[in-house]
């Protein structure tokens, strides 16, 4: 229930009470919220920007009562490269702003035009983000990122380089432009067995048999003065274990003419899910290096001193 708290003090009713459902790709006011502030802004070259767009995209942005008609611009357009568009402005803002700098024209075209187009996507709940130098990319949900930075900040140190930059390709084919889902899950698996080879060198690959020769033993050896902990673990070693054999479907070749790409609602989840694995296999990996040490030093043997 919205109750006038902070978080709803000062928007919109339907930001609201609206119900939020899927992000969408698409939406014709969104096309009509950046033509009618794009309308709006003074103290810019008109021309300029017409011009720049015409050479970048082939586009004209056409003229109507001496003015740039940015609404029936948008409006023939696809709205992908709308959101090319957006990029392109900003970087002739961003020039704008360049050539400004020292005098007495005040404001920042680029910083204004960046953060009304990140207001813009999330009020119209459209599924993007804007990165720093307005790219558009596909947004994922804020736990989502935030699992991202956990588990990269997680694997440091140059025994996971491997796995850390698997990652980060199945998140940048993720959120890549054209968006490469197959390959974000081939990616994500192959951060998961990078990972398993450097646990077990004995491992060519991860699959079942793997999973079942090596992890569970090493789980088991983790765990061995706490069967809770066994019954736990075993649970989540057949997780694990279901998780790779579900993303073995899209890493092999498919028996049809046609490109296969993997739903987003699956790829997302191949991630999500990947992750945790990740992360809990990093923990596992470095217990038992601990656990071997503990072993190690325990089997030395007293020196005596000399007499």
């Not at 940015?70 to 023939?76: C, L, Q």
């Not at 989502?144 to 698997?166: D, H, M, P, T």
Request: one cysteine or more; aromatic letters at 10%.
């Amino acid at each position: 229930m919205n109750d006038g708290g902070q978080t709803s003090t000062g928007k919109l009713f339907t930001q609201v009470y609206r119900q939020r459902t899927e992000k969408i790709k698409e939406s014709d006011r969104f096309k009509r919220r950046i033509a009618g502030y794009l309308s709006a802004l003074e103290n810019y070259s008109a021309s300029d920007l017409r011009n720049y767009l015409r050479i970048e995209t082939g586009h004209t942005v056409p003229i109507r009562n001496l003015s740039l008609d940015w609404d029936s611009y948008f409006k023939a357009i696809p709205f992908e490269e709308v959101l090319d568009q957006l990029t392109l402005i900003g970087r002739q803002f961003l020039a704008t702003d360049v050539t400004r700098r020292g005098t007495t024209q005040s404001g920042s075209l680029f910083k204004d035009w960046h953060n009304f187009i990140s207001r813009a996507i999330e009020e119209e709940n459209l599924s993007y983000s804007v990165d720093k130098k307005c790219g558009l990319h596909y947004s994922v949900d804020e736990h989502f990122s935030a699992e991202r930075q956990s588990i990269i900040l997680g694997l440091s140190g140059s025994r996971y380089q491997a796995v850390r930059k698997a990652i980060e390709e199945s998140f940048g084919h993720f959120e890549g432009q054209p968006q490469d889902l197959k390959s974000a899950s081939r990616s994500i698996f192959e951060a998961a067995e990078t990972l398993t080879k450097i646990m077990f060198p004995g491992e060519s690959g991860l699959n079942s048999a793997a999973i079942k020769n090596s992890l569970t033993s090493a789980v088991n050896r983790l765990y061995s003065d706490d069967p809770i902990a066994v019954r736990f673990s075993a649970q989540i070693v057949r997780s694990f274990d279901s998780w790779v054999n579900a993303v073995h479907v899209y890493r092999h070749g498919q028996q049809t003419h046609e490109p296969i790409s993997v739903p987003i609602e699956l790829a997302t989840a191949a991630l999500s899910a990947g992750v945790s694995f990740i992360r809990w296999l990093a923990f596992l990996d470095e217990a038992l290096i601990a656990k071997g040490k503990e072993r190690t030093s325990k089997a030395e043997p007293i020196k005596l001193e000399e007499s």
